[in-house]
């Protein structure tokens, strides 16, 4: 299976993350995600997490930081990186049914897609924000 790359942004606000619900008619539908997309061809990690948040959110990069931490979408050719962001603007979802800030503690009840829940449990609620 081929693997496709695809960036999930870690947008932080008042100790809380960024999360949107996936529309039903896509793969994990109805589940939250941090926001992101697939690594066009040719594209940096840093571009494409840019592109992604101006489409499904209206907003504006400021700054990406490094891979905290990765997973193998099950099932998918898929692999997620998680990359800390700042963003400049007030995000409105444009592409996922809705939006939420969420504290990372309340995420271990929120129905998220498999490689978000992975890392919520292996990375978000054991390293100190």
Same mark, same amino acid.
């Given at each position: ?12 606000? %008042?100790?809380?993350? $960024? ?13 939250? %995600? ?17 592109? &992604? $948040? ?5 907003? %504006? ?8 931490? %990765? ?7 898929? $692999?997620?990186?998680? +990359? ?18 969420? &504290? ?20 978000? +609620?054991?390293?100190?924000?």
């Amino acid at each position: 299976m081929t693997r496709i790359s695809v960036v999930a942004a870690i947008i932080r606000k %008042e100790h809380r993350v $960024l999360l949107g619900r996936r529309p039903d008619h896509k793969r994990h539908g109805g589940l939250w %995600e941090f926001p992101g997309g697939k690594v066009d061809e040719g594209e940096t990690e840093a571009e494409a997490v840019t592109r &992604e $948040l101006v489409e499904e959110f209206g907003v %504006e990069t400021v700054s990406v930081g490094k891979v905290v931490y %990765e997973c193998r979408d099950p099932g998918s050719p898929f $692999l997620v990186r998680f +990359l800390d962001v700042v963003i400049r603007g007030r995000p409105e979802p444009t592409e996922h049914t809705e939006m939420n800030w969420f &504290e990372p503690d309340s995420l271990v009840t929120v129905r998220l897609a498999p490689c978000d829940a992975s890392f919520v449990a292996d990375y978000l +609620l054991r390293v100190p924000d």
